[in-house]
C-alpha cells in the first residue's frame, strides 16, 4: 500500500521514474535484447553518492560484476580519470562495460523533496545530506567554498554547483534544481573521462545509465528516474 502511494508521489514530480525493478528489468532487457550485449560478462561501476541509503539502489544490477565505485559526495565521479582507466582495465576478456551514474534525493509521504525518514530514525533528515548541505550555503550569496584537503569533496562539489547558482535559487523548488544541477556536472564529467581514456577500455562500447535515484522509505523500492540511456562507441569518440 505504502509502496503504491509513493508512486503517485515520485511520478507527481517525476512523470518517467521506475521503481528498482523495473529499472533494472527494462535497461538489462535494452542491453541484451537491443544491442546484443552479454550481460554475463559486464563489469558496472557506480557514480553515485557515497550515503548508505543507496546501497540498495546499486544493487538493481546486482547481476552485473562490480560495482567499481567512482563516486564520492554528491555522486561526482571523484576517482577521476585514473580511476576511469582503472575500470577500464578491470572488464573480462570480451566482456563489456556499464556506468550507472547520477545524484539522489528523499522524498516523503507528504511530498516534500530532499528528505526522507531513515533506518530507526523518528524524524526526517536531508537526502541528499551533502546537496542539501550545499544548497543552504549558496542561498547565502556571500558564502564561496575554499578547497580544501580536509573536505574536499564537498568544497568541490560546492564549486563545481556555483555556476548553477542563480538557476537553482530562482527556481520553485531548489531541492530539485540543485538535483538536476548535479545531475548536469556527473554526465558532463564522465563523458569527459570516458573520452580521455577512451585508449584505455578493450571494448568499443560502453553503456551508460545516468539518472536521479529517488530515495523513499526505509525498506521500500527506489526509483530512478532516468536521463540518459545510451551505448557509446568508443570508436567514433
Ligand atoms: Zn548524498
Known amino acids: 500500500m505504502l ?3 509513493f508512486d503517485r508521489i515520485v511520478k507527481g514530480f517525476f512523470p518517467e521514474a521506475m521503481d528498482a525493478k523495473d529499472t533494472s528489468i527494462h535497461y538489462l532487457g535494452k542491453m541484451q535484447i537491443e544491442h546484443g550485449i552479454d550481460i554475463s560478462k559486464v563489469l558496472m561501476a557506480t557514480s553515485v553518492c557515497s550515503d548508505d541509503i543507496n546501497v540498495p539502489s546499486t544493487t538493481f544490477f546486482n547481476v552485473l ?15 577521476g580519470q585514473t580511476g576511469m582507466t582503472a575500470f577500464a582495465h578491470h572488464i573480462p576478456d570480451d566482456g563489456s562495460a556499464f556506468i550507472f551514474y547520477g545524484p539522489h534525493i528523499g522524498i516523503t509521504l507528504d511530498g ?3 528528505k526522507m525518514y531513515r533506518p530507526r530514525q523518528e524524524d526526517t533528515g536531508n537526502s541528499c545530506g551533502a546537496l542539501m548541505l550545499a544548497l543552504s550555503r549558496l542561498q547565502d550569496q556571500g558564502y564561496r567554498p575554499i578547497l580544501n584537503d580536509d573536505d574536499y569533496q564537498q568544497m568541490k562539489l560546492e564549486e563545481s554547483l556555483l555556476p548553477y547558482r542563480e538557476e537553482v535559487l530562482n527556481s520553485d523548488n531548489q531541492a530539485k534544481a540543485i538535483t538536476d544541477a548535479t545531475y548536469d556536472i556527473i554526465d558532463k564529467k564522465i563523458h569527459e573521462h570516458i573520452k580521455s581514456c577512451k585508449d584505455e577500455f578493450p571494448v568499443d562500447k560502453v553503456t551508460l545509465l545516468g539518472g536521479i535515484i529517488i530515495n523513499t522509505d526505509y525498506g521500500l523500492d527506489d526509483y530512478f528516474d532516468a536521463r540518459n540511456f545510451e551505448v557509446m562507441d568508443l570508436k567514433s569518440l
Do not use: S, T
Open 65 to 79: 560484476f562490480g560495482p567499481f565505485i567512482m563516486g564520492g559526495l554528491g555522486g561526482l565521479p571523484f576517482v
Open 112 to 114: 516534500e523533496l530532499g
Open 3 to 5: 509502496q503504491r502511494k
